[in-house]
Each structure stands twice: as structure tokens, then as C-alpha cells.
């Protein structure tokens, strides 16, 4: 396998090739799903293509709680099925597939009550038991009681009269977003073709069969045909928009849940352990995540604009009002440095309350040519490929290889340990601190030599950038050049996190990051001063949204925001 640069020129020959070729599988959806399925597809030797209407991951996949977790409540609601199934998924995530994204972080279950400690503690050791029954999960240590005074050493943010004690116990996190720019190069180096801002608009069909896509190059106000033997939707929560285009609801109903997460600086915290909280209504993460804590979720049913939920003051306040029953110091909105705001694609049961709709997956094929998946985690995305592949293999009349993808590492990640264990020479050599190292190499692993050879070509792009000290000039070009990133808010938002980890949501590095694009991308001065406009007017749009009261308030401000590449105009069949 190749290491492939997704940049501009990529894009380009993805796109002559869907104009060329016809394809075993087309996917339509770039976040984890759909890069799963497309990895899971090429990886089994079959020709492929993937499109994505906006930026890879710029929906539910760059707006989770960034966990690669089993799902601790589902053990509750007796799902162990699923606990274990993603438990599994975490332990090959963690050893084999992505060890250099994929890490240990700690959690602390504080109780109120000791009776409570015989509960909580059943539930963890069956939760630890899952997972042993994985030898990939063998890197994780197993929980452990905690009197209160232990606890409040781990916490010591916490008051005194919150818990009678607490169990500590392991999971993961992972950079949800770069996360799937990974997957998504790890296909294009064993042949899948990817092309971002290119728009499902219709379905090619002959007789009953679906042969392929229209679809709109959004960049340039074409239109393209794709043909493929199996389409695959792997569209989330625009699952039941993608089966009105072959003629009706179709088979799988989704219902879109809001997540709202507050990121808060590390020093407003005092703890060296992230923690879980129940609440009514499911469960409060407070998540370490560099210099920065994230905390999360809100989990209400959301009918409005899809690709820019709004978060409402009264998401923000419910956040920091659960979180502030337990708090010594209590958090105000003043503390909040950034908010995100994502949709789950849950399958519509008989519940109204979506934190009650399934977090499993389902396959359909409702017309021959046209395979639907929907629902699940993105802990068990490989799962869910491979089960949406099984079905294209069936569509196909069978003979396709089995599924590799469990023994297959991602880009950046054959070599790593090793790596890490030199990071001391790469400091010496670059003339970067080993910690700008560290943090490079648990961004992009092995590939770091990649963007190391950048800055030895061009020393400027190893100074930090500006108002992001926690970035290199470097990423913004490589995020170009080998990630596949087409605008400002796609590097702002989704390369790097500058979006929600600095108080200005990234504005003071907006310009300095444009320019930077700019050569690369071959934009002119009128064009890095448009991405600098549209990134701004949308992150006044955004903070804007947060000081309303309602969902449809907050909705009306961000939806009123523009795009810098709007949808397509395109009548639909």
C-alpha cells in the first residue's frame, strides 16, 4: 500500500475516473461509515469510489464525544451484545488498526450512596469481563474501588459531599475527524477513488436496477454521472432523503438526536481523570482532551437544519448545571472557550425519546443495485462496513474475498512505537521540542516524516500559527496537499480543532491559515479574503445561536449563515 497525498491533484483524477468507469461499489457519504465501507470495499479487492456533498467528516463524525468506547449504559438496557461487539472493536482500534490515534484515557464513576457501590462496580467488572473476551484489550488496566478521599485525589475538583466513593475505570478517545481523513487515505492508497464536495442528486436506474449516481461537482457547477454495479448510502442523518430518490420512505427510518459538547480550559478542572456522570436522561462525559476538557452530551430529538445544528443557551446551560451539581468551583458560560453541536442517526423505534431510539445498525437492500446502512456507533464503524460490504458481495453474485480489515493497520501507523521511541532524535533533528514531536506523532504517526519534509523544504512552516500556538504552519499545508482539505473551515474545524479550542473559535488564525491554503489550492487575494469572510460570518452565526433560548431560535441565526460552497441547484428525478 501507498501512502497517498489526497490533495487537489488526487481530487482531480477521482473525478476523471467517475467520469470514465464503472465501479463494483460507489458509497455516497464521507464520514466514518462511509470511509469504513470504502476501505472495507478496496480492501476486498473491489474497484471503488467514494463522494461526499460537503467536507470528509463534517457532520456527525467530526461532532462526537470522541470516545472509541463499548457504551457503558447500553449494559442497563441488557445490550450485551453490542457492549461486547464494540468492546472487541476497541481493543483492535487500540492495538492493530490505529494505535497511533487511538488511546487510553481514564474515567471516574463517582456514587452518591455506598449501596450504590455494589451496583456500579457489578456493571464495570462485567464491562471489564467483555472486553477480555478480546486479546486485543490487553493494553487496558482493569478498574478499581476508590474510597471518597481516593477519589477526591484523582478529582479533587469535585465536592466534598458529591460521592461516597467512586470506580475508576478505562475506554479510549480518538480524534473523531482525522480519524476518518485516515481511513479515508488508507483506501486511496489501495486504489479507492474519493472526491469531496461532490452532491448525490439522483440515482441512474435501469428497469428497477440503480447503476450509479448524478452527482454535482459543487466546486465547479457540474454535473457527472457515476456508474457502479452496488451503490452504497451511507449518508447518516440524511439516510431517508437519499431513499426518497429511488421512489418513496423506503426501509429504514432515521431521527436525528442533537449531542451538545462544551470545551472548557484543562485549569478550570483540577483532576487527572476524566469522569462520567448520570443524569435523567443518559450520561455526562467530562473528557481530558489536551490543554482542553470536553464535556458532553445533551441528547434531544432536533427536525431542523441538518448540516449546521444549533447549540442553544439552554443546550450550554444544561451541560454546566449537571456538571455544576458536583463541581466545588462551579463552571459559568464565561469559563466555555468553544461548544459543538453534532446529530446521532438513530433508528425511529417505538420511543419518542430519541436517548431511548437503537444505537445498533441495520443493512437493507431495497431495490437490486442499492444497499442502505444506518444507525450504530462509530466505536463498531468496521462492523458496520463490513456487514454493508457482505451485502454488496451478495449483490454481486459472491466469489469477493473475506473482510481483512480487522488485520489491517491504517495510514501512519505500521512503524509507531518505534517511532515514538526516537522522538528525541526527530527533536534534535528538526530542531522542534520533543513535545511538539509527542503532539505531532499522536496526530499523524508514522506519516509525521511527511510533514517533517515540509518543513525542511520550507523552515517558516515550522513556526506555531498564529493565535493557534498549538498547531504548526506545516499541518495547514499538508492538511491541503495530502488530506484533502478544499477550504479555511475545513482545516479550522476539522484538520486541526481550532474551531472550539481557542476563545476566538480560530478567527485570529484565519487569515495567516487561508494564505497558506492559497498556493496549493491556486487561490487568488479576493479568494483567501472570501474564505476568511465566510469563515467569520459563520462563527458569528455560531456564537449568535448560542445566546438564543430555543432550537428554533438558535436554527434560524446559523441556518441564515453562508456557505461557502452551496448545495446543488439540481432538479431531482
Known sequence: MTTTWMGPEGRE????????????????????????????AVSRGLSTALIEARDHASGTSSRSSKLIHGGLRYLEQFDFELVQEALRERGLLLTTIAPHLVRPVPFLFPFAHHWERFYIGAGVSLYDTLAMTSRNNRGLPSHRHLTRGGALRIFPALKRDALAGAVQYWDCQVDDARFVTTVLRTAAGLGARIASRVQAVGFLREGEHVVGARAADLEKGEEISVRARQVVNAAGVWTDEIQEMVGGRGQIHVRASKGVHLVVPRDRIQASSGMILRTEKSVLFVIPWGRHWIIGTTDTAWDLDKENPAASRADIDYVLDHLNQVLRTP????????????????LSGESEETSKLSREHVVAHPVPGLVLIAGGKYTTYRVMAKDAVDAVAHGLGGGIPKSVTDKL??????????????RHRLARD????VSRISHLLRRYGTCVDDLLDLIRERPDLGRSLTGADDYLRAEVVYAVRAEG???????????????????????????????LMA?????????????????????EAERSAQEQDTDQEADAIQHGA????????????
Open 13 to 40: 483524477d477521482a473525478l476523471a475516473a467517475m467520469r470514465d468507469e464503472e465501479f463494483d461499489v460507489l458509497v455516497v457519504g464521507g464520514g466514518i461509515v462511509g470511509a469504513g465501507i470504502a476501505l472495507e
Open 331 to 346: 463552571l459559568s458560560r464565561d469559563d466555555v472557550e468553544g461548544v459543538y453541536a453534532g446529530l446521532r442517526p438513530l
Open 409 to 422: 493497520p491504517l495510514v501512519g501507523a505500521s512503524g509507531y512505537p518505534a517511532l515514538v521511541n526516537q
Open 430 to 433: 528538526t530542531g522542534l521540542h
Open 485 to 515: 482539505a478544499r477550504h479555511l473551515e475545513d482545516v479550522l474545524a476539522r484538520r486541526t480543532r481550532i474551531s472550539f479550542e481557542t476563545w476566538d473559535r480560530g478567527i485570529a488564525a484565519a487569515e495567516e491559515a487561508a494564505e
Open 519 to 539: 498556493e496549493p489550492l491556486g487561490w487568488d487575494d479576493a479568494q483567501v479574503q472570501r474564505e476568511v469572510e465566510y469563515y467569520r460570518k459563520g462563527i
Open 562 to 573: 453562508p456557505e461557502i460552497v452551496p448545495e446543488a441547484n439540481i432538479s431531482r428525478p
